[in-house]
């Protein structure tokens, strides 16, 4: 059983899906194509959503590269990993950027926001990670921090690759500029597709020209208006997103945004109690990934033995916390089957008792085995 912050475990119709393999220019395709952005783009609540075929990262540079300049005055905030590579491919496209860091472990008060905002003139665009894996700490309160961004005319480039279909998430409503993910997370496809999601706003931002053609957005568009690729795509990762993307809106995003929060919720309660030392608090908690230091050494090492993998820290917390990943279509069953080997690994144990949002609906319940 994999508990890492992705790739994830997804339902067999999703993999099955995954094994398609047919002409990219075939009529065929083109349904996929359509359906999948149509689809994504209600559960993005966005205008237009460009398709990539690559990992979340080339969602992250496809929407730096084609929504900001070089020269162009950038405000970034970073609080982990995710957050600094974010930085590095703002860096990298030469903007001129002004950062905003947080040590691991730490987190950005609106208040913090405001003012750093307030501070930097002259700046047109903001660039932060939604849900940072690396620390298990998120912007839970991203709305109003797009109100802020938005509130000074500034546009708003959001890293949510292992946040988005885990929290609500509205780009249009909320103005945010483009969102960035990949397929292998909360929405529990395969690896290997990145999505970018662009608002009325957003879209009037497509005008950067000196750019490598794979990261223009505006070109996947192009091709997307006739439900094509511009390159040749990864087929079956398309037909596979396709399918979970229906599964997600079978089991209705807002329920699989509780879904995500009730299971985060019990196993941090648990964890606490039997002497875990989690990092994050009530207001920046993440949905999808726990994290934090174990009452013992070797506790990831003693939980592979029992078929459980979770992961190791990230730079310098590599070697002090472990990482449990929520993402996807990890239930009720998914998180008694961990505390059971929780509970025999260190010799002690805690009632409990698991909320119903943690479980999945049926017929998606009977999709996937823990």
Known sequence: MMLIPGPVNVPRSVLQAATLLVNHRSEKFRSIVRGLEDNLKALFSADRVALLTGSGTLAVEAMVFSLTKRGEKVVG??????????????????????????????????????????????????????????????????????????????????????????????????????????????????????????????????????????????????????????????????????????????????????????????????????GFNLLGNEENFSNTVVAGEPPIRGFREKLKERGIEISPGMGELREKIVRVGLLGVVDDRAVNKLFKATFEILGRSVEYVLPKECELPEPLRSEVEW
């Open 77 to 274: 905030f970073t609080y982990g990993e995710f957050g600094n590579r974010l930085m590095d491919s703002l860096r990298r496209r030469g903007v001129e950027l002004k950062v905003f860091e947080k040590p691991q472990g730490g987190w950005f008060t609106l208040e913090e926001i405001k003012e750093a905002l307030d501070l930097t003139k002259g700046a047109t665009a903001v660039a932060l990670v939604h849900n940072e894996t690396s620390t298990g700490i998120a912007f839970r309160n991203l709305e109003e921090v797009a109100k802020e961004v938005k509130k000074r005319g500034l546009k708003l480039l959001v890293d949510s690759v292992s946040g988005f279909a885990a929290y609500p998430l509205f780009v249009n409503e909320w103005k945010i500029d483009a969102v960035a993910t990949g397929s292998q997370k909360a929405l529990a496809s395969v690896p290997g597709a990145a999505f970018v999601a662009l608002s009325k706003e957003g879209l009037q931002d497509l005008e950067a020209k000196d750019l490598p053609s794979y990261l223009d957005l505006s070109l996947h568009l192009r091709f997307q208006d006739k439900n094509e690729t511009p390159f040749t795509p990864s087929v079956g990762v398309f037909n596979a997103s396709l399918r979970a993307s229906e599964l997600m809106l079978l089991e209705g995003k807002e329920r699989r945004w509780k879904r995500h929060e009730a299971c985060a919720r019990i196993v941090r309660k648990v964890f606490s109690e039997v």
